[in-house]
């Protein structure tokens, strides 16, 4: 519930409160099912995706006061940004991917593949413009993969060695 409520904040603009419970909602999954790889995956891909914002934002600070210089220099500037922020953005989304494909096997939330599959798409074609809409369409589906978790996650059964 915590996750859908985090994509939920997310998706309305209350960005850094979702992000938060997000954190924790798959944290919480992954400690439910004793499989750490999901959270640490998924931690990466936080890093790289706030990474790439913060280059993103400072590309565009800096072509705006390049621009007033020069024009092709504030283009140059946001273009090789652009394209570096785009990479880590695609890392790290592929680092989501891996962690929600993780959650999607362990939990039998198959909606989660797809989010995953949508969002790394969409990071890839952010190239062109057109990944936007489906990272959105990516954020929305979220929301109905994380309200659609069981109530329980069992922790797997380790079978007894065999005698």
């Known amino acids: 519930?915590?996750?859908?409520?985090?994509?939920?904040?997310?998706?309305?603009?209350?960005?850094?409160?979702?992000?938060?419970?997000?954190?924790?909602?798959?944290?919480?999954?992954?400690?439910?099912?004793?499989?750490?790889?999901?959270?640490?995956?998924?931690?990466?891909?936080?890093?790289?995706?706030?990474l790439a914002s913060l280059i993103l934002m400072g590309t565009m600070w800096g072509s705006m006061l390049g621009a007033s210089k020069s024009p092709e220099f504030g283009l140059g500037m946001m273009g090789a940004g652009g394209i570096i922020a785009v990479v880590l953005m695609i890392v790290g989304v592929w680092f989501m991917k891996q962690s929600y494909d993780m959650i999607s096997e362990e939990t039998g939330v198959g909606m989660f593949h797809t989010v995953a599959l949508l969002y790394i798409i969409g990071a890839i074609l952010m190239l062109v413009l057109i990944g936007g809409l489906l990272i959105v369409i990516a954020a929305i589906l979220e929301i109905i993969a994380f309200f659609s978790l069981p109530d329980e996650i069992s922790k797997p059964v380790e079978e007894p060695a065999p005698v």
Do not use: H, P, Q
């Open 1 to 50: 519930m915590m996750g859908g409520i985090g994509a939920i904040l997310t998706v309305v603009g209350l960005g850094f409160i979702g992000f938060i419970l997000k954190l924790l909602a798959v944290k919480n999954i992954a400690e439910a099912t004793d499989r750490d790889e999901i959270f640490s995956k998924y931690l990466w891909a936080a890093i790289l995706n706030i």
